[in-house]
């Protein structure tokens, strides 16, 4: 090892990895430069190798999926659904604990209208993290909204097909409160 290097060793059934953690932080450093000057493209090049060379970088695989979704958005780089919920998946295996992890996967599905799959991550994310379970609740409950009525425009004109929809969307705008349905009513009155 060289002096002044952080390295972390990874023991497994089979072998023993050195990883040298700069290079990790260097490599994470460039991809975000991409990110921050707004070439998806060329960051989530960078957080595939990233992710390929360190697969037990939680942060790699995470980055990997946030600048795949940037880049199948924006600029037309197409990064296949199921890549990008893979690698989200795969850092929340590797760092459980990480909200945000979880939040952004949910933001991701209801994107692709995977709705009961980002109600999931988003609880998730909420039982982790109380101290920001309202901003993850209010965020489902309006990114979820929005969604369905931009993917089902035709909803908006027929309040008893909106119900459903709206009612899950206020339900959980109510969780973000912390207030019960018939408290809501009553400052509604």
């Not at 595939?48 to 940037?70: H, I, V």
């Not at 199948?72 to 850092?91: D, R, T």
């Not at 939040?103 to 109600?119: H, L, P, R, T, W």
Request: glycine share 6%; net charge negative; proline share 4%.
């Amino acid at each position: 090892m060289t002096q002044g290097s952080l390295k972390t060793i990874i023991i497994t059934a089979r072998d023993i990895t050195v990883i040298d953690m700069a290079d990790i932080e260097k490599q994470l450093n460039e991809g975000m430069k991409a990110m921050d000057e707004g070439d998806f493209k060329k960051a989530y090049s960078k957080f595939k190798k990233l992710a390929e060379e360190f697969p037990n970088s939680p942060e790699a695989w995470f980055y990997k999926a946030e600048t795949g979704n940037m880049a199948s958005g924006m600029f037309g780089a197409k990064v296949p659904e199921e890549e990008i919920m893979a690698s989200y998946k795969k850092a929340i295996e590797l760092d459980p604990e990480n909200s945000e992890y979880y939040a952004s996967y949910g933001a991701f599905c209801v994107s692709i209208g995977k709705y009961d799959e980002a109600e999931g991550a988003y609880n998730e994310a909420a039982e982790i993290d109380e101290s920001n379970s309202s901003r993850f609740f209010s965020e489902f409950a309006s990114d979820y909204y929005s969604n369905v009525l931009a993917r089902y425009g035709e909803i908006m004109d027929d309040p008893k097909a909106r119900a459903p929809y709206a009612k899950k969307a206020l339900l959980y705008m109510l969780k973000a409160l912390d207030m019960e349905p018939e408290e809501a009513k009553n400052l509604l009155q």
